[in-house]
């Protein structure tokens, strides 16, 4: 793997290189944390999908602890979106847990089901589907309204939310990826949600699928540099903050648009850092 930099500091005595090593670590950071708070605000997309390969590729951090990171910033920068899709009821909360209890019992169940097979032939599915749904949302916009959306039955809408939770989390964890993005593809194309709700519903979730995972990726693997999850957790928030209250006061077209567009980009941007990998 090809580094642009490695990062250190302990042991270096060079006041100038430490100078020039934290203000690189500022700059990837401040971006790697807008894409990611970008993503999550406009379309509950996982930090994950922006932070890991940033930081791997500009910084050198070891990619099992730059997904820790990554999680840990989408912890607070989903809560923080999903407060504020729900201040404005955009948020579906017991359909939401629904899907969530499917989400996390079956990224266990799909996580040992990979273990069985040869790696990763399916790296890069979350990237190409970023992308994909970012054209989708610009071509065909999501225009359900929220009384289409009380048109399915409570009774309905709990069993569609299980089932897809089912299908997400085991995909999640047979692939590792994607969770956040094949939520907001579930919930708008097939649960026919409105966009916005769709959105704050899978913020919701994320969450505390993203806690669980922070957790247990620092149990077993190395302590993250603090500097760097300071700066990703802190810039994560800040752009997820301004992406979702941006994201309430906006028509749907307006969203449809600007989610189709940050998809957009972002999958470029990964599909670009992934190359230098």
């Known amino acids: 793997m090809i580094y642009t930099i490695i990062y250190k500091r302990a042991g270096n005595k060079n006041k100038g290189m430490i100078k020039t090593n934290f203000l690189i670590t500022l700059l990837v950071t401040f971006f790697a944390g807008m894409g990611a708070g970008l993503g999550t605000g406009f379309a509950g997309l996982s930090a994950a999908a922006v932070i890991t390969p940033m930081l791997t590729t500009f910084l050198g951090v070891e990619p099992y602890t730059a997904v820790g990171i990554a999680l840990s910033s989408d912890v607070l920068a989903s809560a923080v979106s999903a407060y504020t899709y729900g201040k404005n009821k955009n948020l579906d909360i017991k359909n939401g847990l629904i899907m969530m209890v499917g989400v996390l019992v079956f990224t266990v169940v799909g996580s040992f089901a990979a273990s069985f097979l040869p790696s990763a032939t399916m790296g890069n599915f979350s ?5 994909l749904l970012g054209i989708k949302f610009i071509v065909k916009p999501v225009m359900t309204t929220k009384e289409a ?3 399915v ?6 069993v569609q939310s299980l089932i897809f939770g089912v299908i997400i989390g085991f995909i ?4 590792g990826a994607g969770g956040g993005m094949m939520m907001l593809l579930a919930l708008t194309t097939v649960l026919g949600y409105e966009l916005k709700t769709a959105v704050g519903t899978s913020v919701f979730i994320m969450a505390f699928t ?3 995972g922070a957790v247990s990726h620092f149990a077993i693997g190395d302590k993250p540099d603090l500097l760097i999850l300071g700066l990703c957790v802190v810039f994560t928030l800040l752009w997820a903050r301004i992406a979702a209250v941006f994201a309430n006061k906006a028509s749907a077209k307006t969203l449809n648009r600007a ?3 940050v998809l957009v980009i972002l999958g470029v941007l990964v599909i670009g ?5």
């Open 153 to 158: 039955s409570p009774a309905k809408r709990a």
């Open 127 to 131: 990237v190409f589907m970023t992308l």
């Open 259 to 261: 989610t189709g567009i």
């Open 210 to 212: 993203a806690l669980t």
């Open 149 to 151: 959306m009380q048109g």
């Open 273 to 277: 850092f992934s190359m230098f990998r």
């Open 172 to 175: 999640c964890g047979f692939v």
